[in-house]
């Protein structure tokens, strides 16, 4: 059983950074996959960005390549998105997940896979 808390989340200006924590309780083993997701008033959740626990690999939604970062501190037991550039389109309450058994090669097909646990959400308001 994993719980997960996200932190981070605020207002921003446009062209601003951020940087959410995702931080994870429990026996987190390598077969572990962490992503992130977002969901924006009236529309459907969307995959950002994942990232194997075992071979660190990663992967990223168009929309958000280039600008987001996705990281992990093993001895925290945390992951990180580091999100710069932002867009008035990026916001939305951002959810941090884990999912058993994709620890490695994560792919785009990921971000579509359903996680085990979840987060309860974070906020990130991009406005001028």
């Known amino acids: 059983q994993l719980q997960l808390v996200e932190s981070g989340g605020g207002l921003v200006q446009p062209g601003g950074s951020l940087r959410l924590s995702c931080a994870v309780s429990?026996?987190?083993?390598?077969?572990?996959?962490i992503g992130w997701f977002r969901q924006a008033p009236g529309k459907e959740r969307e995959g950002v960005s994942c990232i194997g626990l075992y071979d660190g690999s990663t992967v990223y939604a168009d929309s958000v390549k280039g600008r987001f970062t996705i990281s992990r501190d093993n001895a925290k037991n945390t992951v990180y998105l580091q999100m710069n550039s932002l867009k008035p389109e990026d916001t939305a309450v951002y959810y941090c997940?884990?999912?058993?058994?994709?620890?490695?090669?994560?792919?785009?097909?990921?971000?579509?896979?359903?996680?085990?646990?979840w987060g309860q959400g974070t906020q990130v308001t991009v406005s001028s």
């Open positions: 997940a884990a999912e058993y058994g994709l620890g490695s090669g994560v792919d785009k097909r990921s971000l579509r896979y359903e996680f085990d646990y």
């Open positions: 429990g026996e987190l083993l390598d077969s572990y996959a």
